[in-house]
Nanobody, 114 residues
Framework: QVQLVESGGGLVQPGGSLRLSCTAS???????MGWYRQAPGKQRELVAT???????NYADSVKGRFTISRDDAKGTVFLQMNSLNPEDTALYYC?????????WGQGTQVTVSS
């Protein structure tokens, strides 16, 4: 069982930046990691993923603005979010996947508003 704890969310003005962190209860070496988000009234959607080799994938809506990275030694995944806009407002979830295992964190709220 892997426990994931997200942090770093908050209220930010349009054009601002936030850095989300997701810390696992154990090692994430070999795991595929990702960030997802869910806005009110909408389905959960992929934001960014990073596989065990460090290859990344981004939703079109965040390409060029968000960067996912990982520190396996610290069991942590990061999401650097720049040029935030109100459409980025959502609850952001961390995901860890390895073969048949799939775990989610509780989420951290990001609100972009003036």
């Amino acid at each position: 069982q892997v426990q994931l704890v997200e942090s770093g969310g908050g209220l930010v003005q349009p054009g601002g930046s936030l850095r989300l962190s997701c810390t696992a209860s154990g090692t994430i070496f070999g795991w595929n990691m990702g960030w997802y988000r869910q806005a009110p009234g909408k389905q959960r959607e992929l934001v960014a993923t990073i596989n065990r080799r460090g290859s990344t994938n981004y939703a079109d809506s965040v390409k060029g603005r968000f960067t996912i990275s990982r520190d396996d030694a610290k069991g942590t995944v990061f999401l650097q979010m720049n040029s935030l806009n109100p459409e980025d407002t959502a609850l952001y979830y961390c995901n860890a996947a390895y073969m048949e295992e799939n775990y989610w964190g509780q989420g951290t709220q990001v609100t972009v508003s003036s």
